[in-house]
């Protein structure tokens, strides 16, 4: 255990640096960092720990009895007559009990393992999910702050202009009642950006007061999302397997109620040493020894109702596996339809509406040093530019939200396909499913 914690902790280290030196890491960095140091996840792989521990001490002998008795006459004639029974007696259960009850706990390991890379799968959603959202806040933080500069400036200037008689009174308080709203804009993405970063922080188990900073813009983000969704493979999700080995386990516990009915044979070897007074003979002393079988009928219990409970829970667990398979499919559905949407208004925007913006203002600029433009026109495509840039960060963000979505309903990212890691060797095995 030692050794785990100790490597685990090194990896980290690597990953992720120290609470005092900064952090750089792609979005990739932040899930395997947050594989490795998230401190829910850390504790949830001591299930398989203990699932292992079941399965160890499951399929075994009971364990054999010794009894002992002895008599004496010393209350009553006190002649040294008495009785001396040894016995050693074993439990040997019938049918294949000990091969289910094994079977049942293989299960239970595996469903162990399934359990934490499902959790893995959520896990890895989640940092990404915080970490699209971090970029996009920066992303509108930074055109909010370079539109307030950009008013700040024409208030500038549309003051001097009034200042001389040239300017009008609307284009002065036009762009100062813009300059305040940008840097509104501007504070609330910086808040929204650190309430997000905090979060991120607490899921890669580290302070808040650590450095981390996110290297991979939103764009790349993207791209390389869609490059990994068109490369993957269709897979089973982890939970979709978990439901399909607790109907293992459901089938294995209705063996195990029918082969319950019999319990089992009782084997026993007995020694007995009977000493008794014998007239005219005296103290005689005889030794016996003995073999007892018992065997239980099953008359009155017959587990009739335990295996009535187990067929039932099997067909239960039938249900749910086609309700979940069912909701699979829905939400890869929904999710590629979204990203598909999404995808559309992006590119959208990057093939009319940005360059509509740049030649927006390229033109009224233009007119403006002309005199063809009004300052108050200027200011005003200027304000809807900025608008149109910072709503297109929602898109972006919404686009990016939509392919992690797709990846975490098709469970189709890298590290959920990786061979599970034996926590006693760290050696990667496959598991079979």
């Known amino acids: 255990m030692c050794v785990i914690k100790i490597s685990i902790l090194v990896l980290a280290m690597c990953v992720i640096g120290s609470a005092s030196g900064a952090a750089d890491l792609s979005m990739e960095g932040v899930v395997h960092a947050a594989l490795l140091g998230n401190a829910d996840l850390a504790a949830a792989r001591f299930e398989v720990h203990k699932a292992e521990g079941r399965l160890r001490s499951s399929g075994l002998l009971p364990n054999p009895e010794i009894e002992f008795l002895g008599l004496s006459d010393f209350a009553s004639a006190n002649q040294g007559e008495g009785e001396i029974n040894v016995g050693l007696y074993q439990l040997f259960p019938l049918t294949s009990r000990l091969g289910i009850s094994r079977e049942i706990s293989r299960v239970g390991v595996a ?82 950006a650190e ?80 000493k008794s007074m014998e007239e005219p003979e005296g103290l005689g002393t005889g030794n016996f020894f003995g073999v007892g079988v018992s065997l239980p009928l099953p008359v009155w219990d017959r587990k009739i109702g335990d295996r009535l409970a187990a067929d039932a829970t099997a067909e239960q667990q039938r249900v749910k596996i086609r309700a979940l398979e069912l909701q699979v499919a829905n939400a890869i559905a929904t999710a590629k339809k979204q990203s598909d949407l999404y995808e559309g208004q992006w590119v959208l925007y990057g093939a009319e509406s940005r360059p ?42 919404n686009f990016a939200l939509s392919l992690v979505e797709l990846e975490s309903v098709t469970g189709t ?16 095995t496959k598991n079979k499913k």
């Open 111 to 192: 469903e162990a393992l399934r359990e934490i890379r499902n959790q893995e799968r959520l896990l890895i959603a989640k940092v990404q999910e915080l970490y699209i959202r971090i970029q996009a806040a920066q992303m509108r933080q930074q055109i909010a702050q370079s539109a307030g500069e950009d008013f700040h400036k024409y208030a500038a200037a549309a003051q001097e202009r009034l200042d001389s008689g040239q300017g009008s009174l609307s284009e002065s308080v036009m762009a100062r009642i813009e300059t305040q709203r940008w840097r509104i804009l501007a504070n609330e993405a910086h808040v929204e």
């Open 195 to 274: 309430n997000f970063l905090i979060e991120l922080k607490t899921t890669l188990n580290l302070p808040a007061d650590a450095m981390l900073s996110l290297t991979e813009s939103l764009e790349d983000a993207v791209k390389n999302l869609r490059a990994r969704l068109q490369q993957s493979r269709p897979s089973q999700r982890p939970d979709v397997e978990l439901q399909w080995l607790a109907l293992d386990r459901a089938a294995a516990e209705a063996r195990l109620a029918r082969a319950s009915a019999w319990e089992g044979i009782r084997v026993g070897i007995e020694y007995k040493q009977d």
């Open 356 to 397: 509509l913006i740049e030649s927006a203002i390229r033109n009224m600029e233009a007119g403006f040093k002309d005199g063809r433009v009004e300052a108050t026109d200027v200011v005003s495509v200027h304000l809807q530019c900025d608008t149109l840039s910072h709503g297109s960060v929602e898109i972006l963000e």
């Open 413 to 428: 990212h890298p590290a959920i396909n990786l061979p599970y890691v034996n926590p006693n060797s760290l050696r990667k």
